[in-house]
């Protein structure tokens, strides 16, 4: 416990420091900001074209596949914004300063997330809260204790799952430095997945993102609860609630996975 | 002529050579294509055909345009960065055609990486999915043309938003702006024919569909006769209204650059 | 004395990848640092010098727990680089000197405040410290300045500054001044020699620059190709070395080369000529009544082998 508050602490610290290194280019820091809140609208676009064509999709409500919409950028972009920096690692070993981190009294996940910290990414966060906060106002949910709980429960568990991602697939740049982009398959793809129910996936697919790439816990189970929807494919109803476990795994992984890329790094050097 | 081709050339062998990104970027375009496929799918599930398209047409259409993406997924050019850094003075001075230099190192570049990202997610594609494509060698052809054109296009394009650059002095919130517009408007997030009648006649009329809408279209044989003339010439005109719009604003920015010394 | 660094027997490996044909690629085992034994104490200023490649950034990789070895044991101030890295950390300051270590687009001040967090220096320990070291190294003109605005000598100045704010055992510096101008130079030399000898801060510096050694080092490894090749002090590292000495003669007029039994003319400039001896072979003397006897002298004198020549013949004879 002690750990995490200093790392947090940290976090805390770094970060502010580059935000205000940051202003010290402000225009552009804010032109990018205002251009990052509507780049999100892209993807609301393509659900609100199709909700255009047809009035439902695999029985989901245009309100329902928007709550999808707003529960997965909420998590999505929580974690681009503090922990994707670290998909950068692979430029940190080409250039060498990966070995700065490692000199430094302190973790090297939460040097290299603080130190690039953008406080401009928070534009897409902004964008994805306001269309939540709209969801929720419309959205026609008998509020129960338990959905609530569930409810709360989705954006954290989100955030870490997805986080979880971007860090493993990182720490897989520790041994092909070129393998970048095959991350992002797996954080915007997931992204990009999970802002519509799982139904309409392909079984293989629906497999893979339950039980590979648990990025269907992120929101599609939970939201079966919250929501009231049956299950078309009739997983047992726990299924529903273990997306908290499901992020605790992912977070130990993640952990894992780190450690052993910055051990593969130090037993080989760049 | 032969100077252009070196750079073409040299272009195309840049990118080839980065072999673990391509496969990555390739795996890439592969799980999004599977993904638009089935969000696709699941509108198929209710209605027969959208805009001219029916099932097979949809699905086809988003294994093939991944390809696409690498094009427009940047809405500017690597010059953005000369200008930004003011390198480009040296590139004024050359006794090369700036424009034509980095239209011939762009084919290069976005040929291959069009041809090389479209097949592959198009071939796994058609090992799940009931895929259409034509055989008549006569329709690949004009495809191929098609394509180029839209290639030819979308640098256009990418090359005006790049000369912006000597105004405002940052290319950044600029070129997510018009990423962001292009990707809509050129049916690389749903086909146009999904639009609602409005936004498709707009579509239609903006310069972005004949970036990947028209090529794509062309390709499942929507087009036939002097119906597909008409769409090359389309393309054409585009071209050429926008590669004579990059001349105009290239030749402002250098007279500005000769005026404030650079 | 107590040792601060331990080295026993330690190795590092590397696998590359060396091109083979058109496609096929060969793995090789290549030793950056072979079988290395090292001990520096408490207090010691040690040159580690050697040519590109030799192995002096590996070792200074493991040492900082950047690296661990393939083999032997690394102590430093008594811990496990592997194992303890965050703790080593908290006890070891290090330079690079073509990569700094401050916040580019903030206040140097700034970065100070920073590292206080980062080492996690209690408030008073750190003002004490900062105020001291500002003092030292005249910082406080630019204190307020953002680091991308400094001079490349400011700049150095800052980052010794912040790898010495948590009160390190141990000072890592590599290639301290490179790029430097020479009054900087002089600066950030005479800083170094007073931090180990007032605050008693071991120091181990990796240099090209052989003057650096010269001023500063009571002690200097050379290592090539992974092995160390001397250790010793300056001193006698050139009487082992530096056994030539080399008489320059300025004759009255300009004459063919002379010839000196025992030594060889290895410059002529005009009337002045450079002739090399092994004192092991002939003495100054002999060489002396030699050149006498032959020609008419103006001037003369003896030039002692500088460190650089020294070096170099180490490096092409290991």
């Known amino acids: 416990m002690a750990e995490l508050a200093t790392t947090l602490h940290l976090y805390r610290v770094l970060a502010v420091a580059k935000v205000r290194a940051d202003w010290q280019y402000r225009s552009q820091f804010l032109l990018y900001m205002t251009t990052q809140f509507f780049i999100t609208f892209l993807d609301f676009l393509q659900i609100a074209v199709i909700f255009g064509a047809v009035d439902s999709l695999a029985g989901w409500s245009l309100l329902e596949v928007v709550f999808l919409y707003a529960t997965s950028g909420m998590a999505f972009y929580l974690g681009d914004a503090f922990i994707s920096q670290v998909e950068r690692v692979g430029g940190y070993i080409k250039a060498g300063t990966f070995d700065a981190l490692l000199i430094r009294p302190a973790g090297t996940l939460v040097q290299i997330c603080a130190n690039d910290f953008a406080f401009r990414r928070l534009g897409k966060l902004l964008q994805a809260s306001i269309v939540m906060v709209i969801v929720l106002a419309r959205l026609d949910v ?4 338990g959905r609530l709980v569930v409810f709360a429960l989705m954006i954290p568990s989100g955030t870490v799952i997805f986080s979880s991602i971007w860090v493993i697939g990182a720490s897989i740049t520790f041994w092909t430095v070129d393998s970048g982009e095959l991350a992002n398959t797996f954080t915007y793809g997931g992204n ?55 992020a605790l795994t992912m977070a130990v992984a993640a952990r894992a996975a780190w450690t052993g890329a910055v051990r593969h790094y130090r037993s080989t050097g760049s | 002529m032969r100077l252009y081709w070196e750079v073409l050339r040299r272009g195309f062998r840049r990118y080839s ?52 993406f690498v094009m427009l997924g940047a809405g500017h050019l690597e010059l953005a960065d000369r200008i930004q850094s003011g390198d480009v003075v040296t590139d004024l001075y050359r006794p090369v055609d700036l424009q034509a230099w980095w239209l011939a190192q762009d084919l290069g570049r976005i040929a291959f990486q069009v041809a090389l990202r479209g097949c592959v997610p198009f071939l796994v594609g058609s090992l799940v999915f009931d895929l259409d494509i034509t055989s008549d060698p006569a329709l690949i052809a004009a495809f191929a043309l098609s394509a180029l054109l839209g290639i030819v296009v979308s640098f256009g394009h990418r090359f005006l938003v790049t000369l912006t650059t000597f105004w405002l002095l940052d290319y950044r919130g600029t070129s997510q702006v018009a990423t962001v517009v292009t990707m809509f408007f050129s049916g690389m997030i749903l086909p146009i024919g999904f639009f609602p009648d409005w936004l498709e006649a707009l579509a239609r009329a903006l310069p972005y569909a004949a970036m990947l809408q028209l090529p794509v279209e062309v390709l499942l044989g929507k087009h036939t006769g002097s119906d597909l003339l008409a769409l090359l010439g389309v393309q054409v005109l585009w071209a050429v209204l926008l590669l004579a719009g990059g001349r105009v604003l290239l030749s402002a920015a250098s007279r500005k650059l000769v005026i404030q010394g650079g | 004395m107590t040792a601060v660094i331990e ?62 070895p393939s083999s032997g044991t690394v102590r430093v101030v008594g811990l496990d680089p592997q194992r303890r890295r965050v703790e080593l950390a908290s006890r070891i300051g290090v330079v690079f000197g073509q990569r700094t270590q401050l916040w580019w687009d903030l206040p140097l001040i700034d970065s100070f405040d920073l590292l206080r967090h980062v080492y996690r220096v209690p408030a008073d320990r750190h003002r004490a410290n900062l105020r001291r070291f500002v003092d030292l190294l005249e910082l406080e003109p630019f204190l307020h300045s953002p680091v991308r605005q400094l001079s490349l000598g400011q700049r150095m100045r800052g980052d010794l500054c912040a790898a010495l704010l948590h009160d390190p055992a141990i000072l890592y510096l590599d290639e301290p001044t490179i790029g430097l101008d020479v009054v900087s130079k002089a600066r950030v030399r005479e800083f170094l020699a007073q931090v180990n000898r007032d605050e008693g801060v071991t120091i181990l510096l990796t240099t090209h620059d052989l003057s650096d050694v010269e001023r500063l080092c009571s002690r200097l490894v050379v290592i090539d190709h992974g092995h160390v090749i001397h250790d010793g002090t300056v001193a006698e590292i050139k009487t082992m070395f530096g056994d030539t000495r080399t008489v320059v003669v300025d004759l009255e007029e300009a004459g063919p080369s002379l010839v000196v039994p025992g030594a060889e003319v290895v410059e002529v400039d005009g009337p002045r000529q450079w002739l090399r001896f092994r004192r092991s072979e002939v003495t100054a003397a002999e060489v002396i009544a ?29």
Do not use: C, H
Not at chain 3, 7 to 26: H, I, P
């Open chain 2, 17 to 68: 050579t980065y072999r673990a990104a391509t496969l990555a970027g390739l795996f890439t375009n592969t799980v999004f294509g599977f993904l638009k496929a089935y969000i696709l799918l699941a509108v198929y599930e209710q209605r027969d055909v959208v805009g001219g398209f029916d099932a097979t047409d949809a699905v086809t259409f988003s294994f093939v345009t991944q390809g696409f």
């Open chain 3, 7 to 68: 080295l026993d027997r330690v190795s590092k490996d590397f696998v590359v990848m060396r091109k083979k044909g058109r496609l096929r690629r060969e793995r090789m085992t290549v030793a950056a640092v072979d079988d290395i034994s090292l001990r520096i104490d408490t207090g010691e200023l040690v040159g580690y010098i050697g040519p590109n490649g030799a192995g002096k950034s590996t070792t200074i990789k493991m040492l900082t727990g950047i690296l661990v």
């Open chain 3, 290 to 318: 030699a050149v006498v006897g032959q020609a008419r002298v103006r001037d003369l004198s003896i030039e002692e082998p500088d460190i650089e020549d020294v070096v170099t013949r180490i490096y092409t004879s290991g």
């Open chain 1, 192 to 246: 990009f997945a999970t802002q519509y129910p799982l139904d309409i996936l392909g079984t293989w697919l629906r497999r893979f993102l339950t039980l590979v790439v648990p990025t269907a816990f992120v929101n599609y189970f939970p939201a079966l609860y919250v929501l009231g929807k049956p299950d078309p494919f009739g997983a047992p109803g726990w299924v529903r609630f273990i997306s908290p476990l499901v």
């Open chain 1, 142 to 145: 008998e509020w129960t204790p």
